[in-house]
């Protein structure tokens, strides 16, 4: 009977103990949120109405996230990063938005945002596509890789890539301008 009280007084410490780290580790950011919750995080934390659009890209490293409404006349971005080290999973960096004062999708920019995620080594390479962006072209290596876009479709994609190296070319083949944006 001895040993049942012990191992039981054991456990419990140990249980209170494990209880006390899990909210240490919250409260100093160690904890963060899972690949497979990120949406979810990203529409509850930017309070995102369940008739937005949310399109992104994840890797292992960082994660991306554009949404809109369906008129398409404003945006918003978010970056979550995974940093290195103990963490365990995806930690909110930043977002802006963007609304054209007019509420209209006209006066959007047609321009390419990326936003240089130096701990990762990744760019974030977003836009509502207004453009018509139909590939992208990487310059930076002697084999010329090119990737296929949707013309009518907003995106967001992490490329491990500079924007120097990178050309957005439009339906009409006409190069994109890209714009440098900090979080």
């Given at each position: 009977?001895?040993?049942?009280?012990?191992?039981?007084?054991?456990?419990?410490?140990?249980?209170?103990?494990?209880?006390?780290?899990?909210?240490?580790?919250?409260?100093?950011?160690?904890?963060?949120?899972?690949?497979?919750?990120?949406?979810?995080?990203?529409?509850?934390?930017?309070?995102?109405?369940?008739?937005?659009?949310?399109?992104?890209?994840?890797?292992?490293?960082?994660?991306?996230?554009?949404?809109?409404?369906?008129?398409?006349?404003?945006?918003?971005?978010?970056?979550?990063?995974?940093?290195?080290?103990?963490?365990?999973?995806?930690?909110?960096?930043?977002?802006?938005?963007?609304?054209?004062?007019?509420?209209?999708?006209?006066?959007?920019?047609?321009?390419?945002?990326?936003?240089?995620?130096?701990?990762?080594?990744?760019?974030a390479y977003v836009s509502m596509n207004l453009a018509g962006i139909e590939r992208i072209e990487s310059n930076g290596s002697v084999n010329m890789e090119q990737?296929?876009?949707?013309?009518?479709?907003?995106?967001?994609?992490?490329?491990?890539?500079?924007?120097?190296?990178?050309?957005?070319?439009?339906?009409?083949?006409?190069?994109?301008?890209?714009?440098?944006r900090p979080l």
């Open positions: 009977m001895r040993n049942f009280v012990t191992y039981r007084l054991a456990g419990t410490v140990l249980l209170m103990f494990l209880a006390c780290a899990a909210v240490f580790l919250a409260a100093n950011g160690c904890i963060g949120v899972p690949r497979f919750r990120l949406e979810e995080d990203l529409r509850s934390s930017q309070h995102i109405p369940d008739n937005w659009t949310v399109t992104g890209d994840v890797t292992d490293k960082a994660a991306v996230y554009l949404f809109y409404p369906p008129e398409q006349n404003t945006y918003g971005v978010s970056v979550y990063i995974n940093r290195p080290g103990p963490s365990f999973s995806y930690f909110f960096r930043g977002s802006y938005s963007v609304a054209d004062i007019h509420g209209t999708i006209q006066g959007l920019s047609n321009e390419v945002d990326v936003i240089p995620l130096e701990v990762t080594g990744l760019f990737i296929s876009l949707d013309s009518q479709a907003p995106f967001a994609l992490l490329l491990p890539q500079s924007a120097d190296s990178l050309t957005f070319f439009n339906e009409n083949e006409c190069p994109v301008e890209i714009r440098r």
